[in-house]
């Protein structure tokens, strides 16, 4: 359903002027509140706007908020209850508005499997609302998920100069439109947005978070650390507090302080101490499989994250959440598990046609089949697998700092198989992008001396001892 198809006159307007269908004004600010707490990750939005829908069950953005909430989850497990609140939802949208037409439009494609579909939905209702908050956040969000760099920036720089302080959520707009311009590398400007945001609302995550990627892709490992301290009472307590600590373990492992990310791990991270949301388990593989890399004794630490893993072994939802299932079952040595997820993606990949597919097919399962290779010493099997999708790595969705663990896990591929040529040069681009990482030039030296180079392999490791010790 096309988005300009409706124009039935609003009964209702939310907080920034978007026209809702519904009539009461109670179920508006409700909504409102939901949209409000779930963008700031704090309170309970699906509790208010389930109550909400209690009161008010004919109130259709209700229903679609609530579904298209849950598309960003990327779990199975709430996928019926997903389909149910847009079934909900279609019983009311008779008397539906234009708006909220195209939201339902998104939600439905998006339970068909086309995500990109959704996407372009959700684009076309911010071109006729400008000021819909919530379409602006899934378009930015989803992009995110779906690793399209360049629309995480786009769909706020369309609306960026129609924004201002005196509208409600600048501070969203401020954060989302940093987040964007971080992972297009444009670093100054989204640490200059990002802090706009923190001072209008010191308790934004969102806005954390962007600084935060700023500085670990710059390499300001001591300032991140402050950072992310000083801010701590700030958003320690939000829900997205478990993505926050992980960025700081990064910090951490640049300048090999193991001992901080254990600690991190066990007291943020530790899958005993989740609720078993799919995220805390995604940080938490990837900063033990990270610690794989370095040569670090995880303990018993992986049984309990492939325990919170095995569940989801054959879902096949999402790439990004497989590859992390697959991190936890080759470390805890599940080989049942490993084939039912190879398995699984096999048969997808076969018959499948929504938008996942190409994201497995190209870096999901073949990352997957290279931990496995890596876990059980083939190495040079492992650096088959990566070398040649190494720069494929954004259809696996997430941040730079997140597939970076795909290139990090060629490069200790290529010195365990002591393909030290290849070895130095991936050693020496990772030290070219950020040369204040003690790790990178750790590897840069075990690949000259590899070599034989005696004296360029001293100077790399005078080079991680220096950034250590300062």
């Given amino acids: 359903m096309n988005v300009h198809q409706r124009s039935k006159s609003p009964t209702q307007r939310d907080v920034r002027g978007v026209p809702l269908s519904h009539h009461s004004a109670d179920a ?3 909504l409102d509140s939901a949209i409000d707490q779930a963008l700031a990750f704090g309170g309970d939005p699906m509790g208010l706007i389930n109550k909400t829908l209690q009161e008010h069950p004919d109130f259709t953005m209700g229903w679609i908020f609530k579904a298209a909430w849950m598309t960003q989850a990327m779990e199975t497990r709430i996928y019926h209850d997903m389909v149910d609140a847009l079934a909900q939802a279609q019983k009311t949208m008779a008397s539906a508005n234009d ?8 939600v439905e494609a998006w339970i068909n499997g086309d995500f990109h579909g959704a996407v372009r939905r959700w684009e076309d209702v911010v071109v006729k609302y400008p000021h819909d908050l919530l379409a602006i956040a899934l378009v930015h969000y989803t992009n995110v998920l779906l690793g399209d760099v360049a629309g995480q920036r786009d769909i706020v720089a369309r609306v960026f100069d129609l924004w201002n302080e005196s509208t409600p959520g600048y501070e969203f707009i401020l954060g989302f439109y940093s987040f964007g311009l971080e992972e297009n590398r444009d670093f100054s400007y989204a640490e200059e947005l990002a802090r706009h945001a923190l001072a209008m609302r010191p308790d934004h995550p969102y806005a954390v978070h962007s600084v935060s990627h700023v500085m670990e892709m710059r390499g300001r490992q001591a300032g991140g650390i402050r950072f992310m301290a000083d801010r701590a009472k700030e958003w320690g307590k939000s829900n997205f507090a478990n993505h926050l600590w992980w960025h700081t373990g990064l910090y951490h492992l640049d300048i090999e302080q193991t001992d901080q990310v254990f600690d991190i791990f066990d007291t943020h991270l530790d899958s005993r101490r989740s609720t078993g949301d799919k995220y805390e388990e995604l940080d938490a593989a990837a900063l033990l499989w990270r610690m794989n890399l370095m040569g670090l004794d995880a303990g018993d630490r992986w049984n309990h994250l492939a325990n919170k893993w095995e569940p989801s072994a054959e879902d096949t939802l999402y790439a990004f959440n497989d590859v992390h299932a697959m991190m936890s079952f080759v470390s805890d040595g599940r080989v049942e598990a490993q084939e039912k997820l190879l398995s699984a993606n096999e048969r997808y990949l076969e018959s499948a046609s929504d938008a996942n597919v190409a994201m497995s097919r190209e870096i999901g399962l073949p990352f997957c089949l290279a931990m ?18 190494r720069y494929k790595t954004h259809m696996l969705g997430g941040s730079f700092a997140q597939r ?29 992008g950020k040369p204040t990482s003690a790790q990178n030039w750790r590897c840069v030296a075990r690949a000259h001396a590899g070599l034989g180079n005696k004296s360029q392999a001293d100077k790399a490791t005078a080079k991680a001892d220096a950034l250590i010790l300062g």
């Fill in 28 to 30: 508006v600010a409700a």
């Fill in 99 to 106: 708006r909220e037409a195209g939201h339902f439009a998104a």
């Fill in 372 to 389: 496995q290779s890596f876990k059980n010493d083939q190495y040079g099997k492992c650096v088959d697998y990566l070398l040649s999708v």
């Fill in 404 to 432: 970076d663990i795909v290139g990090w896990t060629l490069l200790e591929a290529a010195l365990r198989d002591r393909q030290f040529d290849l070895a130095l040069s991936l050693a020496n681009e990772r030290a070219a």
